[in-house]
C-alpha cells in the first residue's frame, strides 16, 4: 500500500471511528463467545493479539477473561476510545497503532482474533506468530449476493477459500462455519498450530 493509500484508510477509519458511537457494538463477538469453552480448553497460555482490533469490543472481552492482550489497529481514534473503555472496564491492553498492510510479528501469542478484517498475506505471518499449539480464531465476510455493495471484493473471501487457506498449515481446524445466506455472510473458523 503507498502513502496516499494508507492514509485514505487511516483517514476513513478514523472518521468512522469519530462519527459513530461504537461501529460493531459493544458487545464482543458472537463466535468468540460461542466457543470460548472450546479455546480455552485448548489454548497453551494467556498472551492474545487482536488484529484490527478497533475499539477494542474484543480485547477488553479477552482482558476481562484473563489474557494479556495486544489490539493492532490503523485508526488512532478507535484506538484512543479502546483506552478509555479499558480505563473504565478497569483491565490493561496494549493498544498500537500500526498498519497491517506492512506489519511485522515480532512476538509469539497464545492466541491471535482476526474478526472483520482480511489481509490475505497477514494469514501465514499470523500463524507463524503462534506458539506452538497456539489458537487463530478467524471471523470474517465473505463473498455472496447477500453482502452490501460497499465492501470491495478483495477484502471478502470467496466460498470456501478460509478453510483452504487453514488446511495448508501445520496444524488442524477445530472448528469452522460458513453462511452465506445470512444478512452477513460469514466465514469463521478456529485453527489450533501443531
Not at 458472537?30 to 492474545?48: N, W
Request: aromatic share 8%; glycine share 8%; charged share 25%.
Amino acid at each position: 500500500m503507498h502513502q496516499d493509500a494508507e492514509e485514505n484508510s487511516q483517514l476513513k477509519w478514523d472518521n468512522r471511528f469519530r462519527n459513530e458511537t461504537c461501529v460493531l457494538g459493544i458487545d464482543p463477538s458472537r463466535y468468540l463467545v460461542d466457543h470460548l469453552d472450546l479455546i480455552m480448553a485448548h489454548v497453551p497460555g494467556t498472551k492474545a493479539l487482536d488484529v484490527a482490533c478497533g475499539e477494542g469490543r474484543n480485547s477488553i472481552f479477552l482482558a476481562k477473561r484473563g489474557f494479556q492482550v495486544s489490539g493492532l489497529d490503523i485508526s488512532a481514534v478507535g484506538l484512543e476510545k479502546g483506552r478509555q473503555w479499558m480505563e473504565r472496564e478497569g483491565v490493561t491492553i496494549d493498544f498500537r497503532a500500526v498498519n497491517l498492510e506492512r506489519y511485522e510479528f515480532t512476538e509469539q501469542y497464545d492466541l491471535i482474533l482476526n474478526c472483520n478484517f482480511l489481509l490475505r498475506n497477514l494469514i501465514p505471518k499470523s500463524v507463524a506468530a503462534l506458539s506452538s499449539g497456539g489458537i487463530l480464531v478467524f471471523d470474517t465476510l465473505v463473498d455472496s449476493p447477500f453482502v452490501p455493495n460497499n465492501h470491495s471484493k478483495e477484502h471478502l473471501l470467496q466460498p470456501g477459500e478460509l478453510v483452504r487457506i487453514f488446511q495448508g498449515f501445520p496444524g488442524k481446524i477445530l472448528t469452522q462455519e460458513e453462511k452465506l445466506h445470512d444478512e452477513m455472510p460469514t466465514a469463521k473458523l478456529i485453527f489450533q498450530k501443531k
